[in-house]
């Protein structure tokens, strides 16, 4: 097990922690899901995505149900994506991925959650170089007729970079361009997605002491706390 097995362990016990903040960032995804490609799961690949997350999530199905109207409502505002970047304190990078329909208002936000932590915002492309964009697909075990070697080799020509499994499920990590195809030969494989993603991989980390630490999660939980973000990546080891 390689480099995006152990960045899932370090997360997996803060990400999608807060069960309100889950259900109104699975929200956004699906107004942008709707937006851009329709209402119909069925034809819209996006939409399926979000809502498979939603059910992982233990979303209501009337959320998602009364989600998905709102966002087939003409008059209802889509969301833009916006990655913010910058350092923490002691030299740590910093990524803030958001979905906002204020971006001035998210921009001032962003900025102050820098400013009160001994942080620095930084121009766009300053950090996003040292991680990784990377998809990433949950499926049922049950599903799956072989091993995790010979899977591996079925998705290689989609670049697979790893397949392991773990209590969650079968997980898949692969380069974020390949998402679409990914999605499409599971599907057709008849493999039950249980979620699917992305996600951003430092491609180094930094060791701290518990002092520094300690610094740096005063800003990631101030920006977590922030209702214009979806997630929140760092290069802190």
């Known amino acids: 097990m390689g480099r995006a097995f152990e960045f899932r362990k370090a997360r997996k016990m803060k990400r999608w922690s807060a069960m309100a903040k889950t259900f109104t960032r699975i929200g956004k995804d699906i ?8 209402a119909n799961p069925e034809t819209n690949a996006r939409l399926r995505s979000v809502i498979q997350n939603a059910k992982a999530a233990n979303m209501p199905l009337a ?6 109207k709102k966002a087939s409502d003409k008059s209802t505002a889509n969301f833009e994506e916006t990655l913010f970047e910058g ?4 030299g740590i990078a910093v990524l803030v991925e958001t979905a906002t329909d204020n971006n001035n208002r998210t921009v001032a936000d962003v900025r102050a959650a820098f400013s009160k932590c001994n942080g620095n915002m930084g121009n766009s492309g300053s950090v996003v170089f040292m991680f990784d964009h990377t998809c990433n697909f949950r499926i049922n075990p049950d599903g ?11 998705l290689i020509e989609f670049d697979v970079e790893e397949v392991f499994e773990d209590e969650d499920g079968v997980l898949i990590y692969a380069p974020f361009e390949q998402f679409g195809a990914i999605q499409k030969y599971l599907e057709d494989a008849n493999m039950e997605i249980l979620s699917s993603g992305f996600e951003r991989i430092p491609t180094t980390t930094t060791p701290l002491n518990d002092e520094q630490k300690e610094d740096v999660e005063k800003l990631l939980e101030k ?3 922030l209702d214009d973000v ?7 080891e």
């Open 87 to 90: 350092y923490a304190a002691n």
């Open 31 to 38: 107004v942008m899901a709707v937006k851009d490609g329709g």
């Open 230 to 236: 979806q997630q929140v990546y760092h290069s802190m």
């Open 144 to 154: 799956v007729k072989m091993d995790m070697e010979e899977l591996e080799l079925e």
């Open 63 to 68: 959320n998602v149900e009364r989600a998905i």
């Open 223 to 225: 920006l977590e706390e």
